[in-house]
Nanobody
């Protein structure tokens, strides 16, 4: 299982970023996918998930600002982040669960600062 996130960067408060996560090594279309983030000095936090059929759920702090989506033809999951706040600063990584085992890929840094 390989998960490679990309698309992070430095953005001003109120700005937007779109993260991508390319997946391989498993049947992507049949698996739910998620995004997590970890800020410096804090525990990893679940952000959003999307089921194999496209149902989505979000942590309260990002509802209405973030949107998770997937393209099964490209084996890729996305996280559109709008109205970014300094507290969104973290390393973001994507995740899936296979046979009760969690997999996290290498993350991408998102920094929200003026």
């Amino acid at each position: 299982v390989q998960l490679q996130a990309s698309g992070g960067g430095l953005v001003q408060p109120g700005g937007s970023l779109r993260l991508s996560c390319a997946a391989s090594g498993f049947i992507f279309s049949g698996n739910a996918m998620g995004w997590y983030r970890q800020a410096p000095g804090k525990q990893r936090e679940w952000v959003a998930s999307i089921t194999s059929v496209g149902s989505t759920v979000y942590v309260d702090s990002v509802k209405g600002r973030f949107a998770i989506s997937r393209d099964n033809a490209k084996n890729t999951v996305y996280l559109q982040m709008n109205s970014l706040k300094p507290e969104d600063t973290a390393v973001y990584s994507c995740n899936t669960w296979i046979s009760s085992r969690g997999y996290w890929g290498q993350g991408t840094q998102v920094t929200v600062s003026s």
